[in-house]
């Protein structure tokens, strides 16, 4: 599994400052993808100490998001920060159920559902896609987050 490039963000997930790292070779190619350069099998291999490196050179960050990849593969990475890092992980899978390879405990945030543009993003009501908080085995739809983000602004 490779990746292009990795951002800082706010945005991905909920309250977190998220080490985004954006995957390459998706299958998905959704119209209207802001990232149609990830659809190509470009990058850098991400290895378990590629990720070390990102992880240590981004102090501050509470979160490693992983934008797309391989469910056996996220799922694996994601298991290595959970034993070895005191931070959060996500994934973006932009099919619409979360593949039976993919062990809950492993993450804390999952967004599932391919981009449609005439549905928009998570911050639009009409919106497929979703976003869950994994407790444990568990999940909980956390849309609304993205959806009410100035509802309590005065």
């Not at 993808?33 to 378990?48: A, F, K, Q, R």
């Not at 990102?54 to 799922?75: A, E, Q, S, W």
Request: aromatic share 12%.
């Amino acid at each position: 599994m490779k990746y292009l490039d990795t951002a800082v963000t706010f945005r991905e997930f909920p309250d977190e400052i998220s080490l985004c790292i954006n995957i390459t070779n998706c299958p998905f190619h959704c119209s209207g993808c802001h990232s149609p350069e990830l659809w190509e099998d470009v990058g850098t291999e991400l290895t378990y100490g590629k990720l070390d490196d990102l992880i240590k050179t981004n102090k501050g960050i509470t979160l490693v998001g992983f934008m797309g990849g391989d469910p056996i593969l996220v799922n694996s990475l994601a298991s290595y920060i959970k034993h070895n890092y005191n931070i959060k992980v996500g994934w973006y899978w932009g099919g619409t159920d979360i593949p039976k390879e993919v062990y809950l405990i492993n993450f804390d945030y999952i967004k599932l559902g391919p981009y449609i543009k005439e549905l928009g993003g998570l911050d639009n009501p009409n919106t497929n896609q979703r976003m869950y908080h994994c407790i444990g085995t568990e999940i909980k739809d956390i849309t609304y987050k993205f959806q009410n983000k100035y509802e309590n602004c005065n």
